[in-house]
């Protein structure tokens, strides 16, 4: 049994659950209460922190690489990009921009109180060059980086979505319309949905 240890609205946990369900993969969901993380999870991984995926007696903790293990299984839609070396190299450092230097953007703006030294707009602005970048590079395809959705995408959106919902009457008057409907098309879709359904 392939079980996977999760906290629904973590957007870590989110882009695992939506890699393992575009996947096809059975999957047994272990919804873990942060305060209360249970003692079968923790002797899985002593990072203590969600998604965690035992499969097979192997343990994956980190969410990208429970990504890349479905998609290893079964990718059906190319979310990999296999034959597009260039748009692997790109998807890579999508990847890379976003979990360092936008997710700190992100905690400072959506934590800004923790964060006395700027007042919250500076934070909102820092994350904002990230969004924007986006939404430029949403201006030749439909998702990132194909007509398509990659792994950029499904990485990202969580981490948009989060950065969004901080103030959604803010994101939604912003001059960036094509990351808005990109967005939009993921919170509609019957991937994101069946993931959030409790």
Avoid at 153 to 179: I, K, N, S
Avoid at 184 to 189: A, E, I, K, V
Wanted: proline letters at 5%; charged letters at 30%.
């Amino acid at each position: 049994m392939t079980t996977l240890y999760s906290f629904r609205r973590c957007p870590y946990a989110m882009r695992a659950r939506m890699a393992l369900r575009y996947s096809g993969i059975e999957v047994r969901i272990v919804e873990v209460s942060l305060k209360a993380k249970p003692a079968e999870m923790l002797a899985l991984s002593s990072k203590g922190t969600v998604p965690v995926l035992e499969v097979d007696g192997r343990v994956i903790d980190e969410s990208l690489d429970i990504m890349r293990w479905a998609l290893a299984q079964n990718d059906p839609e190319d979310w990999l990009l296999k034959d597009d070396s260039f748009g692997s190299l790109w998807m890579e450092k999508l990847i890379v921009g976003c979990d360092g230097f936008f997710k700190a953007s992100l905690n400072r703006y959506k934590y800004a109180e923790r964060y006395p030294e700027q007042p919250m707009e500076v934070y909102r602005a820092e994350g904002e060059k990230f969004l924007g970048k986006l939404d430029e590079m949403l201006g030749r395809n439909e998702y990132l980086l194909a007509d398509h959705p990659c792994l950029a995408d499904v990485a990202l959106m969580p981490f948009v979505r989060q950065f969004a919902q901080v103030d959604r009457e803010w994101f939604g008057q912003t001059p960036y319309v094509r990351l808005q409907a990109w967005l939009q098309r993921f919170l509609d879709s019957d991937l994101f949905t069946a993931v959030m359904r409790k």
